[in-house]
C-alpha cells in the first residue's frame, strides 16, 4: 500500500525535518511589575510564540527551550526554570526576569525523533518601554496571487510610557521565500531578489501591508517580519513573524457562449481569446496558455479533433464543417505548464440557412457571488460580417423565467443586468439572446451557464459584555463554526457590522475585512444589533446577528479629553477599527450635546430593496450653530480640524477594502455633518480626506460607502457655505470652475476643486460599474445636490435623447437634450458599441443661492455636465455636447 509521511516502518525520512519559527519582542520594557496588562509584554513579562514552527509530521512536536550562558544574564537561573517546562511548550512566558541581555535556544523536535536546527533568539532590556505589535491576519495565511493580500499591524504602547501619546512606526521585511513543495530557499534577508511589487509594498513604512495582485508567486511559501518601534526612541522596538502561502490557481478558460445556433455554410468561430492565467499579471496572463478541443460527432470530413483548426486561443472551423441538422458537442481545454487546466464545452446546432452570427459573453469572474449584479452583454453580427447593433431585435430568456423579474435593463437590449435579489445561491442558470435582423429576417440565438456561488454557512456571532458604556466599553464581538463546502474558497474573511435594532434598517460598518473572526469595538449610545459578515474568496457573503446595549456617556469635560486622548492613541497605534467606530461615537455624542441640538442620525448605509434614504442637512446648509450648554463641548473650528487631522493619519493605514472604506466614509460624514464652527483648514483637510476615500473605494464600491461619501460631500457643501457666507473673511472671491486648486488656505478654491470633483469623480464613483442600457443612477441629496449618471453606446447617441435629473419627491433640476444624428457619435469618436457616461449634477436653487459670492453665477450652476469615455477620460462638457437645455 502506499504510506503518508510518518506511517510505516522505516518511512520516518519521508517527512521534512522540523523548523523552528520564534515571534516575539526583541527589546524587553523596563516597565515595573505593576503595569496593567499588555499583549505580549506585562511590565516585566515576556512572551515569546514558537507555534509557528514546522511540525515534521502528523503529529504535535515537542519543543525544547534554553538560553545561551555566554550571552545571557543570570544563565543558570534561567535555564533551571527552563528545563521545568513541559515538551509541548510552544509559548514560553517569563515574568520577573533579572538581567538586561537575553539570548534564547529553540529545538523542535518532531514526534519520529527528528530535531530543527536551533534558533536564536536576541532580547535585551530597552531602556524606552517596547510597543507590541499585532497582525490581524492568522500565520500561515493563505492566499491566491491573483488577489494579494492586505496585513494590518497595530502597536500597543506599554502603559507606563513617560511620554504620554507617541508616534509608532513600522517596517516590513522579507525574511525567507521557499518552494512550497520541496523546501527549497528561494530567497532570503535583505538583499533578497523578491521582484519590485514585493519590494516596494514591503518598502512602504505603513502598518497597512498591501501586496498587490501578482507580487506574490503560486507554489511559494514567504516568512514576513512587522517590526514596530518608538518613534523617538527606534531602540525601543518589537517584531512579530507571519508566513504567507500563494497557492496557484487553475487557469481561467472564458467562453462566454455555451450553447450556440450557426450556419453550416458560414465559418464558425468559438473565441476563448479572454482566457488568462490568474496566478500572472494582466500583461503576461496569456503568454503559454495552449487551447485543444474535440468535437462529437465528428466533423463533415472525418475529424474528431480540432487541432488542426486552432489559431493561438481560437477555434475557426471552415465553412461546410458543420453537417446542416445536426448538433456538435465541442470540449475545448485549456492548459498551461505546470498548473491545473481548465475544459469547458460548447453545444452548435448547425442550420442550412444563413443566420447571424449570436455570442453571450459575461464579465469572465472565476466565481460570481449572489450578493452583486449579473452583468452579461450580447453580440450579433450579420451573415458575412454586416451590419450593426442597430440591425437587429434583441430578447433574452432565462432557464428561470422568474429570474428576469428583476432585470435592471429594458427589454430589447443587448445588455442584461440582473439584481441580486433574482439570484440564489448555488443555482445554475442559463441565459439565451435571441438576435433577429431587421433588415432581411435572419434569427439565431446563443446561451450562457451561470453558476452562482455560495456563501459561508454554519456559524454564529457572540458579544461579551452585552451590556456597557458607550465611548468607554470595549465589546469583544466573535464569528466562530463558520465553514465553506468548497475548499477552493478558502480563506474566509470576516467583518462586523451594527444596526440599530429598532427605528431604522441603516447597516453601518464597524471593523474592516480581516482574516480573523475577532474584534474588540467601541459602540454608540443605544441597542443595536451586531452582525458578522463572513464572506468566502470569491465574495460569497453570509450574516449572523447578536444583541448588544451600550448605556449613554455623560460627556463633561474630563470625559471630552480622555476621548480625544484615545482618539490620539488609537490613530498613532495603527488601530483603525477602533479609531474610525470610536469617532464616529464621538461625533454623534457631541451632536446632540448642545442646548436645543438635533441628535443627528449620522452613519448612513444600505437599506433593504435597494431603496435609499436621504436626510436633509439642516445645520449643515443653513449655516446655523448650536449653543453650547455650560461645560459641554461641541465641535468647534479647532477640535474639528484636530479630528480630521488624527482621520487622515488614520486613513493612511486603514484597509483598502469594503468594509474599511465603509468605515472610513462613516467616521468622516459623522464629523462633517455636526454644524459647528470651521476654518479653511478644516475645509480642505476634509476634501482630502473625501477624495482619498473615493479613490480608495472605487475598485468595489458599496451601497453604504457610497451612502457616507455622497453625505460627507453633502456636509463639506455645508461647512463651505458657512465660510463663505455674506459676512466671512472668506466672502470676497468669484466663482471660478477652471481655477487652479492649490490653495489650502482659500476657502473659494476648496469649494472649486469640490464642484470640479463633484462632477468629475464622485458621480462616476456612486454609480458604479453600470453598462449602456441600465438604467441611469440617480442619487439624491436633499438641499444640496442631485447626481445623474447615464451610460450610453455610440448607437445610443444617433438616436438622440432627452436626461432628465429629479429629486427623490419628483421634482424637476434640469434635463439635458442629445441632437439625433450621427455627428455627435462621430465627434466624439465614438464606435456604434463604445460605451460612454455623461455625468449630470444639479444643485439645489436655494443651495448656492446661499453663497454671496456665487449669487450671480447661480444661474449656470443648476445643471453640470461631462461626458467621459470607459476608462473615465473627460470627452465634452455640455456646451461641446451640441445639447439643449443644459447650462
Given at each position: 500500500?502506499?504510506?503518508?509521511?510518518?506511517?510505516?516502518?522505516?518511512?520516518?525520512?519521508?517527512?521534512?525535518?522540523?523548523?523552528?519559527l520564534?515571534?516575539?519582542?526583541?527589546q524587553?520594557?523596563?516597565?515595573?511589575?505593576?503595569?496593567?496588562?499588555?499583549?505580549?509584554?506585562?511590565?516585566?513579562?515576556?512572551?515569546?510564540?514558537a507555534?509557528?514552527?514546522?511540525?515534521?509530521g502528523?503529529r504535535?512536536?515537542?519543543?525544547?527551550?534554553?538560553?545561551d550562558?555566554?550571552t545571557?544574564?543570570?544563565?543558570?537561573t534561567?535555564?533551571?526554570?527552563?528545563?521545568?517546562?513541559?515538551?509541548?511548550?510552544?509559548?514560553?512566558?517569563?515574568?520577573?526576569l533579572?538581567?538586561?541581555?537575553?539570548?534564547?535556544?529553540?529545538?523542535?523536535?518532531?514526534?519520529?525523533?527528528r530535531?530543527?536546527p536551533?534558533?536564536?533568539?536576541?532580547?535585551?532590556?530597552?531602556?524606552?518601554p517596547?510597543p507590541?505589535?499585532?497582525?490581524?491576519?492568522?500565520?500561515?495565511?493563505v492566499?491566491?496571487?491573483?488577489?494579494?493580500?492586505?496585513?494590518?499591524?497595530?502597536?500597543?504602547?506599554?502603559?507606563?510610557?513617560?511620554?504620554?501619546?507617541e508616534?509608532?512606526?513600522?517596517?516590513?521585511?522579507?525574511?525567507?521565500?521557499?518552494?512550497?513543495?520541496s523546501?527549497?530557499?528561494?530567497?532570503?534577508?535583505?538583499?533578497?531578489?523578491?521582484?519590485?511589487?514585493?519590494?516596494?509594498?514591503?518598502?512602504?513604512?505603513?502598518?497597512?501591508?498591501?501586496?498587490?495582485?501578482?507580487?506574490?508567486?503560486g507554489?511559494?511559501t514567504?516568512?514576513?517580519?512587522?517590526?514596530?518601534a518608538m518613534?523617538?526612541d527606534?531602540?525601543?522596538?518589537?517584531?512579530?513573524?507571519?508566513?504567507?502561502?500563494?497557492?496557484?490557481q487553475?487557469?481561467?478558460?472564458?467562453?462566454?457562449s455555451?450553447?450556440?445556433?450557426a450556419?453550416?455554410?458560414?465559418?464558425?468561430v468559438?473565441?476563448?481569446?479572454?482566457?488568462?492565467?490568474?496566478?500572472?499579471?494582466?500583461?503576461s496572463?496569456?503568454?503559454?496558455l495552449?487551447?485543444?478541443?474535440?468535437?462529437?460527432?465528428?466533423?463533415?470530413?472525418?475529424?474528431?479533433?480540432?487541432?488542426?483548426?486552432?489559431?493561438?486561443?481560437?477555434?475557426?472551423?471552415?465553412?461546410?464543417?458543420?453537417?446542416?441538422?445536426?448538433?456538435y458537442?465541442?470540449?475545448?481545454?485549456?492548459?498551461?505548464?505546470?498548473?491545473a487546466?481548465a475544459?469547458?464545452?460548447?453545444?452548435?446546432?448547425?442550420?442550412?440557412?444563413?443566420?447571424?452570427?449570436?455570442?453571450?459573453?459575461?464579465?469572465?469572474?472565476?466565481?460570481?457571488s449572489?450578493?452583486?449584479?449579473?452583468?452579461?452583454?450580447?453580440a450579433?453580427?450579420?451573415?458575412?460580417?454586416?451590419?450593426?447593433?442597430?440591425?437587429?431585435a434583441?430578447?433574452?430568456?432565462?432557464?428561470?423565467?422568474?429570474v428576469?423579474?428583476?432585470?435592471?435593463?429594458?427589454?430589447?437590449?443587448?445588455?442584461?443586468?440582473?439584481?441580486?435579489?433574482?439570484l440564489a445561491?448555488?443555482?445554475?442558470?442559463?441565459f439565451?439572446?435571441?438576435?433577429?435582423?431587421?433588415?432581411?429576417g435572419?434569427?439565431?440565438?446563443?446561451?450562457?451557464?451561470?453558476?452562482?456561488?455560495?456563501?459561508?454557512?454554519?456559524?454564529?456571532?457572540?458579544?461579551?459584555?452585552e451590556?456597557?458604556?458607550?465611548?468607554?466599553?470595549?465589546?469583544?464581538v466573535?464569528?466562530?463554526?463558520?465553514?465553506d463546502?468548497?475548499?477552493?474558497d478558502?480563506?474566509l474573511?470576516?467583518?462586523?457590522?451594527?444596526a440599530?435594532?429598532?427605528?431604522?434598517?441603516?447597516?453601518t460598518?464597524?471593523?474592516?475585512?480581516?482574516?480573523?473572526?475577532?474584534a474588540?469595538v467601541?459602540?454608540?449610545?443605544?441597542?443595536?444589533?451586531?452582525?458578522?459578515e463572513?464572506?468566502?474568496?470569491?465574495?460569497?457573503?453570509?450574516?449572523?446577528?447578536?444583541?448588544?446595549?451600550?448605556?449613554?456617556?455623560?460627556?463633561?469635560?474630563?470625559?471630552?479629553?480622555?476621548?480625544r486622548?484615545?482618539?490620539?492613541?488609537?490613530?498613532?497605534?495603527a488601530?483603525?477599527?477602533?479609531?474610525?467606530?470610536?469617532?464616529?461615537?464621538?461625533?454623534?455624542?457631541?451632536?446632540g450635546?448642545?442646548?436645543g441640538?438635533?441628535?443627528?442620525?449620522?452613519?448612513?448605509?444600505?437599506?433593504?430593496?435597494?431603496?435609499?434614504?436621504?436626510?436633509?442637512?439642516?445645520?449643515?446648509?443653513?449655516g446655523?450653530?448650536?449653543?453650547a450648554?455650560?461645560g459641554?463641548?461641541?465641535?468647534?473650528?479647532?477640535?474639528?480640524?484636530?479630528?480630521?487631522?488624527?482621520?487622515?493619519?488614520?486613513?493612511v493605514?486603514?484597509a483598502?477594502?469594503?468594509?474599511?472604506?465603509?468605515?472610513e466614509?462613516?467616521?468622516?460624514?459623522?464629523?462633517?455633518?455636526?454644524?459647528?464652527?470651521?476654518?479653511?483648514?478644516?475645509?480642505?483637510?476634509?476634501?482630502?480626506?473625501?477624495?482619498?476615500?473615493?479613490?480608495?473605494?472605487?475598485?468595489?464600491?458599496?451601497?453604504?460607502?457610497?451612502?457616507?461619501?455622497?453625505?460627507?460631500?453633502?456636509?463639506l457643501?455645508?461647512v463651505?457655505?458657512?465660510?463663505?457666507?455674506?459676512?466671512?473673511?472668506?466672502a470676497?472671491?468669484?466663482?471660478?470652475?477652471?481655477?487652479?486648486?492649490?490653495?489650502?488656505?482659500?476657502?473659494?478654491?476648496?469649494?472649486?476643486?469640490?464642484?470640479?470633483?463633484?462632477?468629475?469623480?464622485?458621480?462616476?464613483?456612486?454609480?458604479?460599474d453600470?453598462?449602456?442600457?441600465?438604467?441611469?443612477?440617480?442619487?439624491?441629496?436633499?438641499?444640496?445636490?442631485?447626481?445623474?449618471?447615464?451610460r450610453?453606446?455610440?448607437?445610443?447617441?444617433?438616436?438622440?435623447?432627452?436626461?432628465?435629473?429629479?429629486?427623490?419627491a419628483?421634482?424637476?433640476?434640469?434635463?439635458?437634450?442629445?441632437?439625433?444624428?450621427?455627428?455627435?457619435?462621430?465627434?466624439?469618436?465614438?464606435?456604434?458599441?463604445?460605451?460612454?457616461?455623461?455625468?449630470?449634477v444639479?444643485?439645489?436653487?436655494?443651495?448656492?443661492?446661499?453663497?454671496?459670492?456665487?449669487?450671480g453665477?447661480?444661474?449656470?450652476?443648476p445643471?453640470?455636465?461631462?461626458?467621459?469615455d470607459?476608462?473615465?477620460?473627460?470627452?465634452?462638457?455640455?456646451?461641446?455636447?451640441?445639447?439643449?437645455g443644459?447650462?
Open positions: 500500500g502506499v504510506h503518508g509521511c510518518g506511517v510505516g516502518e522505516g518511512l520516518a525520512d519521508l517527512c521534512p525535518a522540523p523548523a523552528a520564534v515571534s516575539g519582542p526583541t524587553l520594557s523596563s516597565c515595573g511589575a505593576g503595569a496593567a496588562s499588555v499583549a505580549g509584554l506585562s511590565g516585566e513579562e515576556l512572551v515569546l510564540d507555534s509557528a514552527s514546522s511540525r515534521g502528523v504535535a512536536p515537542s519543543y525544547a527551550w534554553r538560553v550562558p555566554t545571557t544574564d543570570f544563565a543558570a534561567l535555564n533551571a526554570r527552563l528545563a521545568q517546562l513541559p515538551g509541548n511548550t510552544s509559548t514560553l512566558r517569563l515574568a520577573d533579572e538581567g538586561t541581555t537575553f539570548t534564547f535556544l529553540l529545538q523542535v523536535t518532531s514526534f519520529l525523533g530535531a530543527s536551533v534558533e536564536r533568539w536576541h532580547v535585551t532590556r530597552a531602556p524606552t517596547a507590541v505589535v499585532t497582525l490581524t491576519a492568522p500565520s500561515p495565511l492566499v491566491a496571487p491573483s488577489e494579494g493580500a492586505f496585513i494590518s499591524a497595530s502597536a500597543t504602547i506599554a502603559p507606563c510610557y513617560a511620554g504620554g501619546v508616534a509608532v512606526t513600522f517596517a516590513w521585511a522579507l525574511v525567507e521565500a521557499r518552494d512550497t513543495a523546501g527549497a530557499v528561494l530567497a532570503s534577508g535583505a538583499d533578497a531578489d523578491m521582484g519590485p511589487a514585493l519590494a516596494g509594498a514591503l518598502a512602504a513604512a505603513s502598518a497597512s501591508l498591501v501586496i498587490g495582485p501578482f507580487a506574490l508567486e507554489g511559494v514567504y516568512d514576513l517580519r512587522c517590526s514596530a518613534a523617538d527606534p531602540s525601543a522596538a518589537s517584531e512579530t513573524m507571519l508566513t504567507v502561502r500563494a497557492v496557484a487553475p487557469v481561467f478558460l472564458a467562453l462566454g455555451t450553447r450556440r445556433e450556419s453550416s455554410a458560414q465559418a464558425l468559438i473565441d476563448a481569446s479572454a482566457s488568462f492565467d490568474p496566478n500572472a499579471p494582466a500583461a496572463a496569456r503568454a503559454g495552449a487551447l485543444a478541443a474535440t468535437v462529437a460527432p465528428a466533423l463533415a470530413g472525418g475529424a474528431a479533433s480540432l487541432a488542426a483548426f486552432v489559431d493561438g486561443l481560437v477555434i475557426i472551423l471552415p465553412a461546410g464543417a458543420l453537417a446542416a441538422g445536426t448538433t458537442v465541442i470540449e475545448v481545454t485549456l492548459s498551461k505548464a505546470g498548473l487546466s475544459t469547458e464545452t460548447v453545444t452548435v446546432a448547425a442550420v442550412e440557412a444563413a443566420v447571424p452570427e449570436v455570442t453571450v459573453t459575461t464579465d469572465f469572474v472565476v466565481k460570481r449572489p450578493d452583486r449584479n449579473l452583468r452579461l452583454v450580447g450579433a453580427r450579420a451573415a458575412g460580417g454586416g451590419g450593426g447593433a442597430r440591425d437587429f434583441y430578447a433574452w430568456t432565462s432557464s428561470d423565467p422568474g428576469l423579474d428583476h432585470r435592471l435593463t429594458p427589454e430589447g437590449r443587448r445588455v442584461l443586468v440582473v439584481a441580486p435579489s433574482g445561491a448555488g443555482a445554475e442558470y442559463v439565451t439572446l435571441r438576435a433577429e435582423s431587421t433588415v432581411d435572419a434569427a439565431a440565438s446563443a446561451s450562457v451557464r451561470v453558476v452562482m456561488n455560495r456563501p459561508p454557512f454554519g456559524g454564529r456571532v457572540t458579544v461579551d459584555p451590556e456597557g458604556q458607550a465611548l468607554s466599553q470595549l465589546f469583544a466573535a464569528a466562530s463554526g463558520w465553514t463546502d468548497d475548499q477552493d478558502l480563506p474573511t470576516y467583518a462586523f457590522a451594527r440599530r435594532q429598532t427605528g431604522t434598517s441603516t447597516v460598518a464597524l471593523t474592516a475585512d480581516a482574516s480573523l473572526g475577532q474588540d467601541y459602540l454608540p449610545e443605544g441597542a443595536w444589533a451586531i452582525f458578522a463572513v464572506a468566502d474568496a470569491y465574495g460569497a457573503t453570509a450574516r449572523a446577528s447578536a444583541q448588544a446595549l451600550a448605556t449613554p456617556a455623560e460627556l463633561d469635560a474630563a470625559r471630552d479629553a480622555g476621548v486622548e484615545e482618539l490620539s492613541r488609537l490613530a498613532f497605534e488601530k483603525t477599527n477602533q479609531f474610525f467606530q470610536l469617532q464616529g461615537g464621538y461625533a454623534a455624542a457631541l451632536a450635546a448642545g442646548a441640538a438635533r441628535r443627528l442620525q449620522l452613519l448612513a448605509g444600505a437599506e433593504p430593496g435597494g431603496g435609499r434614504r436621504r436626510r436633509a442637512q439642516e445645520e449643515a446648509a443653513n446655523t450653530n448650536a449653543t450648554e455650560a459641554v463641548p461641541t465641535l468647534d473650528a479647532l477640535r474639528k480640524t484636530t479630528m480630521l487631522a488624527l482621520l487622515q493619519q488614520a486613513q493605514n486603514n483598502p477594502s469594503r468594509s474599511g472604506t465603509e468605515l466614509a462613516t467616521a468622516l460624514a459623522a464629523l462633517l455633518a455636526e454644524a459647528g464652527d470651521v476654518e479653511a483648514e478644516a475645509q480642505w483637510r476634509a476634501l482630502e480626506a473625501l477624495e482619498e476615500t473615493v479613490r480608495r473605494a472605487a475598485e468595489e464600491p458599496s451601497p453604504a460607502a457610497v451612502d457616507a461619501a455622497l453625505e460627507g460631500a453633502a456636509a457643501y455645508g463651505s457655505a458657512r465660510l463663505l457666507a455674506p459676512g466671512t473673511a472668506h470676497a472671491a468669484a466663482y471660478d470652475a477652471r481655477a487652479q486648486l492649490e490653495d489650502r488656505s482659500s476657502a473659494k478654491a476648496t469649494l472649486d476643486r469640490l464642484l470640479r470633483f463633484t462632477l468629475r469623480g464622485l458621480v462616476a464613483f456612486a454609480a458604479g453600470r453598462l449602456p442600457g441600465e438604467a441611469a443612477a440617480t442619487f439624491d441629496l436633499e438641499g444640496a445636490f442631485t447626481l445623474r449618471l447615464e450610453l453606446e455610440g448607437a445610443d447617441l444617433a438616436s438622440g435623447a432627452t436626461l432628465a435629473v429629479t429629486t427623490s419628483g421634482a424637476h433640476l434640469g434635463s439635458l437634450a442629445l441632437p439625433a444624428d450621427d455627428g455627435l457619435r462621430s465627434a466624439l469618436g465614438l464606435g456604434e458599441e463604445d460605451a460612454m457616461s455623461l455625468h449630470l444639479a444643485f439645489g436653487a436655494d443651495y448656492f443661492s446661499r453663497l454671496d459670492p456665487l449669487a453665477a447661480s444661474a449656470a450652476l445643471l453640470a455636465v461631462l461626458a467621459a470607459e476608462a473615465g477620460a473627460a470627452l465634452a462638457d455640455g456646451a461641446d455636447l451640441g445639447a439643449t443644459a447650462s
